[in-house]
């Protein structure tokens, strides 16, 4: 079974840093693109940033400059990074890591549990 799981969220002040972590593991053939998305309540889902397998990387405006996003596909698990610097209120939601793969079974839409970020201004 192909499985997603998140680790880094946590309570920080405005101006601070947090990393997520991300690891894709069980049975599975390749990892297309990854990306890291946030939700607050009430509010849709959206994306915050995507990498390509090759590293290409795409950010919402509002991160630029400020979240990096890499990725780490040189072990049997295959793992996505979102370094987040110079924290600001708005960027508390719960954030989620997403993941195309191929799995034995074909290609699905993979997601983690969520990992709450928490910005005190």
């Known amino acids: 079974q192909v499985q997603l799981v998140e680790s880094g969220g946590g309570h920080v002040q405005a101006g601070g840093s947090l990393r997520l972590s991300c690891t894709a593991s069980?049975?599975?053939?390749?990892?297309?693109?990854m990306a890291w998305y946030r939700q607050t309540p009430g509010a849709q889902r959206e994306l915050v940033a995507q990498i390509t397998r090759t590293g290409t990387a795409n950010y919402r405006d509002s991160v630029k400059g400020r979240f990096t996003i890499s990725r780490d596909t040189s072990t049997e698990t295959d793992s996505v990074y979102l370094q987040m610097n110079s924290l600001k209120f708005e960027d508390t939601a719960v954030y989620y890591c997403?993941?195309?793969?191929?799995?034995?079974?074909?290609?699905?839409?993979?997601w983690g549990q969520g990992t709450q970020v928490t910005i005190s201004s």
């Open positions: 997403n993941a195309q793969i191929w799995a034995f079974s074909g290609l699905g839409d993979y």
């Open positions: 069980g049975n599975f053939v390749r990892v297309n693109d």
